[in-house]
């Protein structure tokens, strides 16, 4: 079991930048590919941005030269830059554990943070 507590969003002016942090607990971290999703009002969950165990990243071309993933395994923590907001990236931000990858289902999620971007 892994438990994961999302942190550090609010409001922010578009052009402004957020880092949310994913503290995770439980089984050994380091051995999971760690997500980060988004859920607008109205809208269907949608991925963002991924870190493999071996710190391989992926990005939504929504967020790709905007947003950066990282992981620090000795913190059991893993972050989500945010650079250069808008309006769009108004949403519900949520961290998710994968033992298979980045891609495909997702084990584990936290319970969400909310940032929203004022034009």
């Known amino acids: 079991q892994v438990q994961l507590v999302e942190s550090g969003g609010g409001l922010v002016q578009a052009g402004g930048s957020l880092r949310l942090s994913c503290a995770a607990s439980g089984r050994a971290f380091s051995n999971y590919a760690m997500g980060w999703f988004r859920q607008a009002p109205g809208k269907e969950r949608e991925f963002v941005a991924a870190v493999s165990r071996w710190d391989f990243t992926t990005y939504a071309d929504s967020v790709k030269g905007r947003f950066t993933i990282s992981r620090h395994n000795a913190k059991n923590t893993v972050y989500l830059q945010m650079d250069s907001l808008k309006p769009e990236d108004t949403a519900v931000y949520y961290c998710?554990?994968?033992?298979?990858?980045?891609?495909?289902?997702?084990?584990?999620w936290g319970q969400g943070t909310q940032v929203t971007v004022s034009s």
């Open positions: 998710a554990a994968n033992l298979q990858g980045v891609t495909g289902d997702y084990d584990y």
